[in-house]
């Protein structure tokens, strides 16, 4: 079955430092999603991509967070500024249909650790 | 607004009897729901999912879970547990009409099978 894949799967980072998390997205998927769930806690969602435009963030993505598709196949996640709370695994997802054909694929995430 | 509750924390079933996840739901229109499983230090793996038709849905590795309506419900079932089945597991939901495609997660149930 057909993967996304995240990188790196750990990052350490001091606070106040940019972080970028990676991910490549099934080839042939329109939506592109981030996820990410705090130790211990439920997965939350972060934002949606599609059609090389933010469809929908939450509350949790504020001015510090940004997204990207840069070339048609990586699907970035950039922290400007990371806080301790931003520590967290951050699992990028993607999709290719709605309604019938509707399933969500993860990655293995990216664990990120501000210290 | 669309949420998802799963009153369980944990879930201890022996080997080779039933099991039921529960998971409930709320969204202002009709709810497509989805459970997904999550190995250690895996991403999430999808199982089953609802989004019209019977109200029985099979997925994988013998998992199944009934929508019912009535009483905004998707438990998920299987008929003889597996050691192999202990993981966490999270029902998730989106409003049909939730423009962004966002899902909600239910907060997860460990699932313990014991041998």
């Known amino acids: 079955e057909p993967e996304v894949t995240q990188t790196p799967s750990h990052q350490v980072t001091q606070m106040g430092q940019e972080v970028i998390l990676r991910c490549v997205p099934i080839?042939?998927?329109?939506?592109f999603y981030w996820y990410r769930q705090i130790l211990g806690q439920k997965v939350e969602f972060l934002v949606s991509?599609?059609?090389?435009?933010?469809?929908?963030k939450s509350e949790i993505f504020d001015d510090q967070f940004s997204v990207e598709r840069p070339d048609g196949s990586n699907f970035t996640l950039k922290i400007r500024s990371t806080k301790l709370e931003d520590s967290a695994m951050y699992f990028c997802?993607?999709?290719?249909?709605?309604?019938?054909?509707?399933?969500?694929?993860f990655g293995s995430g990216t664990q990120l650790s501000v210290l | 607004a669309q949420s998802v509750a799963q009153p369980e924390d944990q879930v201890n079933v022996a080997e080779g009897n039933p099991l039921t996840v529960k998971c409930t739901y709320s969204v202002s229109g009709n709810p497509y729901l989805f459970w997904y499983v999550q190995y250690p230090n895996r991403g999430l793996q999808f199982l089953l999912k609802?989004?019209?038709?019977?109200?029985l849905v099979k997925g994988s590795y013998g998992f199944e879970a009934e929508f019912n309506k009535s009483q905004t419900s998707f438990h998920l079932k299987k008929p003889s547990a597996l050691v192999s089945d202990s993981a966490l597991y999270f029902c998730a939901v989106r409003d049909e009409g939730n423009a962004g495609n966002m899902l909600t997660f239910g907060g997860g149930t460990r699932l313990m099978v014991k041998p």
């Open positions: 997802a993607s999709r290719a249909g709605q309604g019938r054909r509707e399933k969500l694929f």
């Open positions: 609802y989004i019209t038709g019977d109200n």
């Open positions: 080839s042939n998927h329109l939506y």
């Open positions: 991509f599609y059609n090389n435009e933010i469809s929908e």
